[in-house]
């Protein structure tokens, strides 16, 4: 099969075509041909070993010490069920699926296994596969830390920080799902797009600071990594949730030993990949609730194109590569 992988770490040339043999499912396994993958923070990381401060010796251990662990990248795909091992009972060949393979990776070639049992979810009709890509990263994640971490519910004041990416954008189409009132920041070239996604108001932080509004917010979530519990308690209601989904080790240490006076809470934390959460999405992919933005798309072949466009701060949402034209 034809895969992008890289044997070490560093910027987006490192990442080379290859020919590879095409894994056979094990009892237990689905092998999907894949249609889309994309670019995520966590194929980012994962490529450049850029970890937040204080997290660099946790990246070489996850990664790999010396060189990648796990050459082909792709945290979440989509595709067509090509065969099934023995024992699998939830899929047969020609389903469309999403997947979210997580750390494991994968998503970089025109295969992957996966286990039944791991986070895969039929496909919502409605969407195409290219955006069923893009469903499990910030999906996945926005759900963990809004509905799981901080409980939120109908009447809910968040602040989304951050709300022109991957996480933010689906954290602002699923604060309107809860039934919450969201407000967004992005720059000034984003604001239109945080709107469209059904903000009820959106922030020019280069003009206003979002940490200046008293009270204003049950919820915070911060995924641009700038926000710190000392900054933003005056802005939570007491009782107020900071969710921290970008954050390096010292911002998260300060949540720990910060005094959280009013009930006010801060977490930091991991989104599990879950096949539950995927089908919630799912779901609500398909009542026309969640869809995700998709900015750019490249062919596989331009996976190192694809990489370099994610670090521009032009991106908005999701960068998907494709490797299925039909």
């Known amino acids: 099969m034809q ?6 770490y560093g910027p987006p040339e490192v990442l080379r075509p290859v020919t590879l043999p095409r894994p056979e499912p094990k009892p237990g396994e689905v092998l999907v041909r894949i249609h889309a993958t994309s670019v995520t923070s ?16 946790v990246g070489r251990l996850v990664f790999g010490l010396f060189r990648p662990r796990r050459q082909v990248l792709g945290t979440e795909f989509s595709g067509v069920v090509e065969a099934v091992g023995s024992d699998v009972t939830r899929f047969a ?3 469309r699926v999403f997947a979210y393979p997580g750390a494991t990776f994968g998503g970089y070639a025109d295969h992957a296994v996966i286990a039944e049992t791991a986070a895969i979810a039929h496909a919502p009709e409605n969407l195409g596969l290219d955006e069923a890509a893009a469903i499990p990263f910030g999906g996945a994640t926005a759900l963990s830390f809004l509905r799981d971490k901080a409980g939120i519910k109908p009447g809910d004041r968040v602040l989304v920080i951050g709300a022109a990416g991957s996480v933010g954008s689906a954290a602002i189409q699923l604060g ?9 920041t992005a720059s000034p070239a984003k604001l239109d797009m945080v709107l469209g996604l059904g903000a009820d108001r959106v922030i020019d932080h280069k003009q206003e600071d979002p940490a200046a509004a008293p ?12 926000a710190t519990y000392a900054r933003y308690a005056a802005a939570l209601k007491p009782g107020g949730q900071l969710l921290l989904v970008s954050a390096n080790l010292w911002q998260l240490l ?5 005094r959280k006076t009013g009930g006010r809470k801060a977490y930091g934390g991991y989104a599990p990949e879950r096949a539950e959460d995927l089908r919630f999405l799912a779901d609500l992919a398909a009542s026309g609730r969640f869809r995700p933005f998709i900015d750019k798309r ?14 521009s701060p032009a991106r908005k949402g999701n960068v998907v590569i494709t490797l299925d034209p039909a």
């Not at 895969?3 to 070490?8: D, L, M, V």
């Not at 490249?298 to 996976?303: E, M």
Request: hydrophobic letters at 40%.
């Open 3 to 8: 895969a992008i992988a890289y044997s070490s």
């Open 42 to 57: 966590g194929d980012y990381r994962a490529r450049s070993l850029d970890m937040p401060p204080g997290f660099g010796p």
């Open 93 to 95: 060949p020609g389903d």
């Open 176 to 184: 309107k799902a809860f039934g919450a009132d969201v407000t967004g």
């Open 215 to 226: 009270g204003a917010y049950d919820i915070i979530l911060d995924t641009s990594g700038t």
């Open 254 to 258: 300060a949540t720990l030993f910060a």
């Open 298 to 311: 490249f062919p596989l072949d331009q996976a190192a194109a694809a990489h370099r466009y994610f670090q």
